[in-house]
């Protein structure tokens, strides 16, 4: 039986997972946590009988906790906050953590569950966005895998898989452009989050979207496969492919591309996380080459998407500029889906935040998380009036 801890069950790969978990019969639900989504919490603890359950929310962990009790669900026990992330990341007899929390939250609990020999499967890019070089040694220290489920790093890990030591020359990650692509910068003044939230290939959770609709998602995951893959910034080029039917590609030296194709579906990199190196069955529709007819490629317009050209400028300066840039996205994310800035704002902030900053090479967590208050306070004082 594989145990599987999932941090950030009730969000868009956390669903997946359990998706996934509910049809292979080998798999078993060790822990889950979620931030404030209480009742699909209790919906999920009742179908799969973790032994823990973690609501971030403390007041809402007491809610939860009542509800499992009156239930009559036994042997669950509720925790809450980073402590309680922590219990779940760590707990005994799990194989595998599936790190699916949205933003810099998952960096303690990440770095714990590789300390405690975890395997993960890696869902949670600012994570190794902005402490990269804090975790990678660990993941070399204790000897775990680390197991990408974003469709792109999956399918370079896939692409790569065999391979030995033979070098990469170039690492394409693909990117669907999202749903303005074409668009110029006029255009896209007056957008809307409901207008951003559409996203034509793929259904993601929200800050992932707006990230889509921005490119920054597309930075952050250039800096992502920098880490994962060991490789330069600038031997990762990003193409856009519309059809999202080409999750990534790599160029061996020899010129060979490897590419790995599939209907966009996060089902598949998730169960090849947790089943790696076996692949099984999996239902739903499969790719039909007659029916697609046509993949295509394009340049990235960075000069109307400047959150990709930014992610490779705080990726070429590393260090703590990596921080800046993502915490300063995630404000300004937030704010955006609240109403409070313009979409062209976002990008404006994360350089502000950037050009202002005095960069620490070598930042440790601490440095890290201050960084990351410094940059919300900073925001929110010059523009959440
Ligand atoms: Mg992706």
Redesign the pocket.
């Known amino acids: 039986m594989k145990e599987i801890v999932i941090l950030g069950s009730t969000g868009s790969i956390g669903t997946q997972t359990l998706e996934v978990i509910r049809n292979n019969s080998d798999m078993h639900v060790k822990a889950i946590a979620a931030g404030n989504s209480t009742d699909l919490l209790f919906e999920q603890a009742h179908e799969f009988m973790p032994e823990l359950v973690c609501v971030y929310n403390k007041d809402k962990a007491h809610k939860l906790e009542k509800q499992i009790k009156d239930a009559g669900l036994k042997n669950i026990s509720v925790v809450s906050g980073m402590n309680g992330l922590i219990e779940c990341a760590t707990v005994s007899s799990a194989d595998i953590v599936v790190a699916a929390v949205s933003g810099m939250i998952g960096i303690k609990p990440v770095i714990e569950a590789i300390k405690s020999g975890k395997d993960i499967a890696f869902a949670n890019k600012e994570t190794l966005v902005t402490a990269g070089h804090i975790i990678m040694p660990l993941v070399k220290k204790y000897g775990i895998k680390l197991l990408p489920v ?4 999956s399918a370079i890990f896939q692409c790569i898989n065999g391979e030995h030591d033979n070098k990469l020359a170039k690492i394409i990650i693909t990117a669907s452009g999202g749903p303005f692509r074409g668009m110029k910068r006029e255009e896209l003044k007056g957008i809307k989050p409901e207008d951003a939230l559409k996203h034509p290939n ?1 259904s993601m959770g929200k800050k ?1 979207t707006i990230d889509s609709a921005t490119m920054v ?1 597309k930075g952050l ?1 250039v800096i992502e496969a920098k880490w994962l893959f060991n490789t330069e910034l600038d031997n990762i080029e990003v193409v856009i492919q519309p059809q999202s039917i080409i999750h990534s590609m790599v160029e061996f030296e020899d010129g060979a591309v490897m590419a790995q194709l599939g209907i966009p579906d996060m089902k598949l990199p998730i169960q090849y996380a947790l089943c790696y190196p076996e692949r099984r069955t999996l239902k739903g529709e499969h790719l039909d080459f007659y029916k697609i007819s046509q993949i295509t490629f394009e340049k990235p317009d960075i000069k109307t998407f400047e959150g990709l050209n930014l992610a490779y400028e705080a990726g070429r300066t590393g260090g703590s500029m990596l921080t800046v840039f993502n915490a300063a996205n995630e404000k300004a994310v937030a704010m955006f889906l609240e109403n409070k800035i313009g979409f062209l704002d976002i990008s404006k902030i994360i350089k502000e935040c950037m050009y202002t900053h005095e960069n620490i090479a070598n930042p440790s967590l601490n440095d890290i998380l201050e960084i990351e208050k410094d940059v919300y306070k900073f925001i929110e004082n010059r523009y959440a009036k």
């Open positions: 974003d469709s792109e790093h793929w992932i998602n995951e």
